[in-house]
Nanobody
Framework: QVQLLESGGGLVHAGCSLRFSCAASGRTFSTYVMAWFCQSPGKEREFVAGISGSGGTTYYAGFVKGRFTISRDNARNTVSQQMNSLKPEEAAVYYC???????????????????WGQGTQVTVSS
């Protein structure tokens, strides 16, 4: 029902920055909690960052330590991730996810999200 299309991943050197985005279809985007997850080979999909429907609340995984910023533009049905000072271990496929349940909580488990993007590859060279 809702399609999420990611773009902007790529290859960067350790210590550099990258920004990527997710565009959503539909007319109710502003009601969704949106989040970014990452997954590397052999690992479980892991929460990275989330943002409330209005954009007024954000929540980040502890390893981010102020280096990442999630934002959204509801007029354009997009959510973005700015990642600074990237580390090699943060190379992964990053997935955009949408929670349509009108929750007041930014949830951190994959089963709580209803729609997923196809993933965008982030490669960090040392």
């Amino acid at each position: 029902q809702v399609q999420l299309l990611e773009s902007g991943g790529g290859l960067v050197h350790a210590g550099c920055s990258l920004r990527f985005s997710c565009a959503a279809s539909g007319r109710t985007f502003s009601t969704y909690v949106m989040a970014w997850f990452c997954q590397s080979p052999g690992k479980e999909r892991e929460f990275v960052a989330g943002i409330s429907g209005s954009g007024g609340t954000t929540y980040y995984a502890g390893f981010v330590k102020g280096r990442f910023t999630i934002s959204r533009d509801n007029a354009r049905n997009t959510v973005s991730q700015q990642m600074n000072s990237l580390k090699p271990e943060e190379a992964a496929v990053y997935y955009c996810a949408a929670d349509r349940t009108l929750t007041l909580v930014i949830r951190t488990t994959t089963s709580d999200y209803d729609y997923w993007g196809q993933g965008t590859q982030v490669t960090v060279s040392s």
